[in-house]
């Protein structure tokens, strides 16, 4: 691991922060005044999401793409409240290599020129994924020399064509199944789990040494089979010097998803990976609501979207939070999971709704640490959310009155996870990667398909 991509990550006063005030931050009513009529978030007075976010040494980012460059009101918003995107569709396999030797990247670069414009990070979504691929890859049948070159030439192209400009890239994305183990498709069937996150990784950091490189998945909010899959794979690529900089936590989450324990299940596992000395991230943040929108349900939608905010902000080791979009007038959520929709913290005309605000109030008033703060510690808050009980909140745990664990614990290690066996391949060098030609590749011929998961938006 390269130290000083390193360096920003150790920030022990948040966790002396968390524990005297999670109970506040994730938990307490939202209060502030609805805008008035008309008025988008941009018009408001005072400070806004970006500025707020920044002080409080966090990256505030959405996912975005070129169409909506278009809407004027779109970008106001965008260049106002954030600092950060990711592009939500143009930089996956299929949209940007569509063809065999041909890349695409007109859309994906018309986001990072905006971006960049406006003084903002780009993080880059994504280099592996089991779906949204082109049908020449998919209906092809190829040996795993090819697949090799395949993936390393894809990888090295569009890395390649970004160096110096991301500032981090999803390498895989949803690479681990429900269980645990590796998900079976193209990449994992031809090159063998992990082996081919191994590779991806490898070429990744070959193509931009400078990137900041994740390995990014949904479902590894709370505790679980499949977050244990995940720390055990991403543990065992330490080990093997693979150069991974973090994880991300997707979280498209629903109203059923976050109950009063999520603050405390998304930090447990932030620290796991933190004990690692990886970086987290929340990736793809939305909370769907079930149809009709009520005003309970956009109150119960802001103490989820409050609660994973808080976690990022007392995880000593998260320093990136992302939506996944702006505002309800573009959502995949509609299209992909019927019945369910008004997902984002903006409505349709970029007013706030209460998720909003809840995360505005959270970042405008900074919490005061306690007098015992200089002694707490990541094995106090280890041992807090040991000590917290279902529902509880961090803030006092063992019930003395006193806003810190009396006694630092040491923070146990991470269940061990046994990886599936490495396949190894021999493949031969990364091709060479140009703008609009990629390298010469293998003729395809036809094979079943990869099936992919419409209800996930990647």
Known sequence: ?????????????????????????????????????????????????????????IRFGTAVGS?????????????SEFDLIVSENHMKWGPIHPGPTTYNFAEADAEVAFAEAHGMAVRGHNLAWYSQNPTWLTSGTW???????????????????????????????????????????????LLGYPGYIDTAFHQAHQADPAAALYYNDFGIERPGRKFDGVLALVRAMQTRNVPIDGVGFQSHLSLQHCTARCTNDFLRNMLAIDALGL???????????????????????ATVYRAVLAACLLAPNCHTFVMWGISD??????????????????????????????????????????????????ADAQAALEAGGEGAPLLDPDGDGIACPDLPISAPSPTTTTAPTTTTVTAPP????????????????PATAVASDPMLAG
């Open 279 to 301: 970086d987290v991230a929340v990736t793809e943040l939305d909370v769907a609501i079930p149809e009709p929108t009520t005003p309970a349900k956009l109150a119960d939608q």
């Open 143 to 189: 040996t795993p020399s090819e697949a090799d070159a395949l993936l390393r030439g894809h990888i090295d192209s569009v890395a390649g064509h970004y160096a110096g400009r991301l500032a981090q890239w999803d390498v895989v994305n949803e690479g681990v199944a429900a269980n645990g183990s590796g998900r079976s498709y193209l990449w994992s069937q």
């Open 329 to 378: 007038a573009y959502s995949w959520i509609p299209a992909f999971r019927p019945g369910s929709g008004a997902a984002l913290p903006l409505d349709e005309q970029y007013r706030a709704k209460p998720a909003w605000t809840a995360m505005h109030d959270l970042l405008t008033t900074p919490p005061t640490a306690p007098s015992c703060a200089d002694h707490v510690t990541r």
């Open 430 to 445: 990364p091709p060479t990667s140009t703008n609009t030609v990629g390298p010469a590749l293998p003729a395809a011929a």
């Open 67 to 79: 169409e909506q460059l278009a809407d004027p009101a779109y970008t106001s918003v965008l260049a």
């Open 1 to 57: 691991m390269n130290p000083t991509r390193m360096s920003d990550r150790r920030h022990g006063w948040r966790i002396a922060l968390s524990l005297a005030v999670l109970a506040v931050l994730a938990f307490a009513p939202t209060s502030a005044a609805a805008p008035s009529a008309g008025a988008t978030v941009a018009d408001r007075p005072g400070p806004g999401m970006r500025d707020l976010a920044e002080a409080r040494g």
